[in-house]
């Protein structure tokens, strides 16, 4: 019985990725010319039209500046969706071992440090020395994305690590309480909250949803498109580093 | 403000109601983050109704909003249109969309982190029905996924994870097909917007030949994982039953059939739209009959309620199947489509109302199998129900998905049976229609009365701490039972009035609705009568028999992938 | 002919992935095969995008000719799309190993099924 049903399951998958070969080939093989009609367009208008230099980032914060924010949604109700998983395996972990309420860290516990020898500071010290220059590239990154290859996600992805590295480099000092989750958690709101209202704002102003607001007020071109870039990249920052905190299994 | 911003209420107002969800979460405590919440609720539920009575004359009038997002150019930006289709199926997910959001307040999950996704799910899905851009498309069928998987996730039963885990998996795979489609097509033409990709496919020979048809194939295909019709279901009855009963009926109700009707605007203008929408008639009227019998065989009570999802998916799909080939521009065709969309809207009331009452119950008494659980209202009436509301809603929901005067599923069911008529559909349908009364019989015995155990059930009810039942609960089962008899009742007002946001009518369409004829009522007695025979075989020993043997037949995650590969070739090889 | 050799090998890494999302019972092979299958599409349309330019679609100046910028955008948005799902089902498959303590996809269905 148990022989014929893997038989059976080798069949299907046969069968199955046959199917699929067969049935993908057209679309990876065929080769008919690459439509150029958008790339002239951009090349020739993107940058009156955003005023980025940066023709992806004109495209993804100004052209399509809704498929963004969409982004940042999905990314936000992962975050939800992981850190209440990581709840509920907390209390199904609960009532494995009541009585130690052991959390996972890479560093050891302070109890431990002085006793074991054999185990450096080096993971601490490193981290925690370089964590300021990674926030820092990163913010250079997000604000810079409309000139240069970045943009918020990517400065934004930079944070995240900078602020994994405050984590893991602090031990119980002044970074620790930056790093909880409720700092974290607040900026993360208030970006989400922001970048709505953004987003919102160019319909009180006449200029429709995802219009620019500042297009009257400020000198800078690109300014819509930095203030975008601001906001995600902090939604960003923020969430992914809580995420990642959240699965180290500090606590706050 | 400009005029057609007005199209982006029932989008942008959600968000921000999550937003300020998340927000009370991150920043306030007890009460006033609580007020918050619900703020951010009203604002996200309740105000897009208001644009809703705006958009109401224009959207009967047969105009369109449309336009780019921002004001780009349109080879680039996302374009939208917003007409009378997308009205009526806005219409569709808020009021379900109030509804399962006051059961979840009683019933949980509840706080602000469910308050912000479901808000999310809700933008989202009018999204999916506003936008005419193939890439956004994409993203909101991603943002809609990822919403239902967490939502699944959060019911903490045994089982929900996986089940989570087994949508995720096949939703997302058919997500890298669809966007492998649009790599074909986008490359065919250098459009995104569905009119560019119609054009430029309109300019070459053979309109792109055997890449666009693939291209296309996979594009639909991933779109029908969503709409679960068979074999593409096997995801559905695990995750719908699973999840929070508030989630359910979202999921039943609401994500199996936007995604449908998204579609619907993809291929109604593609020159190969009309062989694909023979198609999936047919694979629609299939699915319907299939999708009862294996629902007649269930025990759970939420698998039964799950299956039987699948089967009204599928009279859906086989009238807006039948509309897209004899074509939108024809009467036939608005009215096969008025009518699909009717069954969509009905559906989704009664199945909403089903889930949350039958949810209630289950949860008040414990027991989800439908043959060992009896005397629920006792037991609900032991819990300080006075007035068997949760019973009456479930008789509601039961005689309307039966299709018995006046609810609206008679309504709706019988005018698919109107403009179905002559076809193969039509008889497959009745058949399916006499299953759904027999499986609703079998659903029904969960209330039945049964005297020697009254005393049994009292000693239980009476051991166990419980709550009060919520009047959240009561207050959103009784709106959707009132919804569900006024759709029956004014069906005379509302159907001319979707025919005329469906389509533009030519001449000579005037939408005589007769449904209390003589014809139709014999054809509901017989129906009906055929269903208590089916119930009566199906209680009997082979009967037993023959469905112990189908509800064994367990499918495997495997088995998921296999038939979305089986559906592509399929698919293609017909067009 | 580098074309087709590497198109012909973007298929071959797509129908491995596929073929691991199939038959593997590892579920963390299967979100790795996942990743596999989308990153096959993703650099098959960056790649093919990229064949009518020489240049960064960076306009400063001198530069001409750039690559398609459409599809490095959009490819942007998958990936972080397909970054989030991956995520969230690294998370799923973490509560899935800590409830039924197994990584296997028929023990893990089996081991649900005997709970519920």
Not at chain 2, 204 to 222: E, H, K, P, R, W
Request: charged share 10%; with cysteine.
């Amino acid at each position: 019985m148990m022989g014929k049903r893997t038989l059976w399951h080798k069949i299907q998958i046969l069968v199955t990725m046959g199917a699929v070969a067969v049935f993908l080939i057209p679309v990876f093989l065929f080769g008919s010319p690459w439509p150029m009609a958008a790339r002239d367009y951009l090349e020739a208008e993107g940058v009156q039209d955003s005023g980025a230099v940066n023709l992806v980032s004109a495209i993804y914060l100004g052209y399509r500046s809704f498929d963004t924010l969409l982004e940042t949604i999905v990314l936000l109700v992962a975050i939800l969706g992981t850190l209440g998983l990581m709840t509920q395996i907390e209390t199904i972990l609960g009532k494995e071992q009541k009585t130690t309420s052991k959390t996972i860290t890479f560093s050891l516990s302070d109890d431990k440090r002085s006793s074991h020898v054999l185990r450096t500071h080096l993971l601490e010290v490193v981290t925690g020395k370089l964590s300021p220059i990674v926030l820092l590239f990163g913010f250079y990154v997000m604000l810079y994305g409309h000139l240069s290859p970045g943009g918020g996600f990517q400065g934004g992805v930079i944070v995240a690590s900078g602020i994994i590295f405050l984590s893991l480099g602090s031990g119980l000092d002044a970074s620790a309480k930056f790093s909880g989750y409720k700092a974290l958690g607040r900026i993360e709101a208030a970006a989400f909250l922001l970048l709505i209202v953004v987003s919102m704002s160019g319909i009180f102003l006449g200029k429709g949803f995802f219009g620019n607001p500042l297009e009257s007020v400020t000198v800078l071109p690109a300014g819509f498109i930095i203030l975008l870039n601001a906001i995600i990249g902090l939604k960003v920052g923020t969430s992914i580093g809580l995420m990642c905190i959240a699965m180290m299994g500090r606590k706050a | 403000m400009n005029p057609d911003d007005i199209v982006f209420a029932p989008v942008i107002l959600p968000l921000f109601g999550a937003a300020l969800a998340l927000f009370s979460k991150a920043f306030l405590k007890g009460r006033p983050a609580v007020f918050l919440e619900y703020a951010g609720v009203l604002l996200g539920l309740g105000l897009p109704w208001l644009a809703f009575l705006q958009t109401a004359p224009m959207a009967f009038a047969g105009n369109t909003f449309q336009g780019i997002i921002g004001g780009w150019h349109p080879a680039i930006g996302i374009s939208y249109s917003y007409d009378g289709l997308t009205w009526l199926v806005n219409i569709l997910i808020f009021s379900i969309g109030i509804a399962a959001w006051l059961y979840s307040v009683g019933a949980g999950p509840k706080g602000p982190v469910f308050s912000t996704v479901f808000l999310i799910q809700i933008a989202t899905l009018a999204m999916t029905i506003t936008t005419t851009d193939l890439f956004n498309l994409f993203v909101c069928l991603e943002v809609m996924g990822i919403t239902s998987y967490v939502l699944i996730a959060f019911s903490g039963k045994p089982g929900a994870s996986l089940a989570s885990f087994s949508y995720l998996m096949v939703s997302a795979t058919a997500m890298v097909f669809f966007l492998l489609g649009f790599y074909g097509l986008y490359r065919l033409t250098g459009a995104i917007s569905y009119l560019g990709i119609v054009q430029g496919l309109q300019g070459l020979a053979d309109f792109g030949g055997i890449t666009a048809n693939i291209s296309l194939v996979m594009i639909v295909a991933a779109i029908l994982v969503r709409v679960a019709i068979m074999p593409l279901h096997n995801w559905l009855p695990d995750a719908h039953a699973l999840a929070p009963h508030a989630v359910s009926a979202m999921l039943s109700g609401v994500l199996i059939k936007v995604p449908l009707f998204a579609l619907l605007r993809i291929l109604i203008t593609i020159p190969q739209g009309m062989r694909i929408g023979e198609v999936l008639g047919y694979t629609g009227a299939l699915t319907a009959l299939f999708g009862v019998v294996l629902a007649l065989s269930q025990r759970d009570a939420k698998r039964l309620l799950a299956y039987s999802s699948i089967s009204q998916i599928g009279y859906v799909v086989s009238a807006w199947g039948m509309a897209l080939q004899v074509g939108m521009e024809t009467n036939l065709g608005i009215i096969l489509m008025a009518s699909a969309f009717l069954h969509a809207f009905y559906h989704a009331l009664f199945k909403a109302l089903l889930f949350l009452s039958i949810g209630t119950t289950i949860d008040r008494t414990g027991v989800r199998d439908v043959l060992v659980r009896r005397g629920s209202i006792a037991i609900l009436r032991l819990q300080g129900e006075r007035i068997p509301v949760t019973f009456l809603c479930f008789l509601c929901g039961a005689l309307a998905i039966a299709a018995i005067p006046p609810f609206n599923g008679f309504a709706s069911k019988t005018l698919l049976a109107h403009a179905l008529k002559g076809n193969l559909h039509y008889l497959l349908l009745g058949v399916a229609s006499a299953g759904t009364v027999a499986s609703y019989i079998k659903l029904s015995r969960i209330y039945w009365p049964r005297a020697k155990d009254a005393e049994a059930i009292d000693a239980m009810v009476a051991s166990e701490p419980f709550h009060r039942i919520h009047w959240t609960i009561h207050a959103s089962q009784s709106f959707l039972a009132i919804v569900c008899l006024i759709g029956g009742m004014a069906i005379t007002t509302i159907f001319p009035l979707v025919v005329r946001a469906v389509g533009a009518p030519g001449e000579g369409l005037e939408p005589s609705v007769s449904l209390y004829s003589v014809d139709n009522l014999i054809q509901t007695l017989v129906i009906t009568l055929g269903g208590g025979l089916l119930y009566l075989l199906a209680s009997s020993k082979p009967g037993c028999r023959i469905l112990y043997l189908l509800r064994r037949q367990r499918h495997t995650f495997q088995g998921l992938f296999v038939s979305f590969a089986v559906v592509c070739a399929v698919l293609s090889v017909l067009i | 002919m580098t074309v087709y050799v590497e198109r012909m090998l973007l298929f071959l890494l797509f129908l491995v992935g596929f073929w691991g999302i199939l038959a593997k019972k590892n579920i963390i092979k299967k979100i790795f095969s996942l990743n596999l299958i989308t990153s096959a599409v993703v650099v098959l349309f960056i790649l093919e995008g990229s064949r009518v330019g020489d240049h960064a679609p960076i306009l400063s100046d001198g530069i001409e000719r750039v690559v398609d910028p459409v599809p490095q955008a959009l490819m942007l948005t998958a990936i972080v799309i397909s970054v989030c799902i991956t995520a969230f089902a690294l998370a799923l498959a973490f509560h899935l190993y800590k409830t039924t303590g197994s990584f296997d996809i028929d023990d893990i269905r089996k081991r649900a099924q005997d709970e519920s």
